[in-house]
């Protein structure tokens, strides 16, 4: 299977779980099975809350007398509490991911045990 890297607007549809044309499946099954793919997936829940973050810092700084490093201090507490839950679901997440791309459900898994990687996390 011919892996097609989606170009960075197609990436961030792909982000926040649209679905990519079929040439880029190659690349999705390498996305949810590559050595790396607990790292992709960290670094994809990050970016899709980098707007909610943002959000959430204008208002608390323009509407609260909060200090500032109380605002990033809790922000930053809030990444990583929702990284931390979202990674408990990682292997499913990406199994979903799979499906929606035409594999079916246990792909991802299967892939990953017959190259000795890790199938969930921790």
């Known amino acids: 299977m011919e892996v097609h890297r989606p170009g960075p607007l197609r990436w961030l549809r792909y982000v926040y779980g649209l679905r990519l044309p079929e040439e880029y499946r190659g690349w999705v099954l390498h996305d949810a ?9 960290a670094l994809r829940i990050c970016v ?4 909610w973050l943002a959000a959430a810092f204008a208002v608390l700084v323009t509407f609260t007398p909060l200090p ?4 990033v201090l809790a922000l930053v507490l809030s990444l990583f509490l929702g990284l931390f839950f979202t990674m408990t679901s990682a292997d499913e997440l990406a199994e979903v991911r799979l499906v929606k791309h035409g594999f079916p459900y246990g792909t991802g898994k299967k892939v990953r ?3 000795g990687r890790s199938a969930t996390w921790p």
């Open 33 to 41: 099975t590559a050595r790396t793919w607990l790292l992709r997936f």
């Open 113 to 115: 045990a017959e190259h």
């Open 48 to 51: 899709e809350a980098l707007p």
């Open 68 to 71: 500032l490093s109380l605002v």
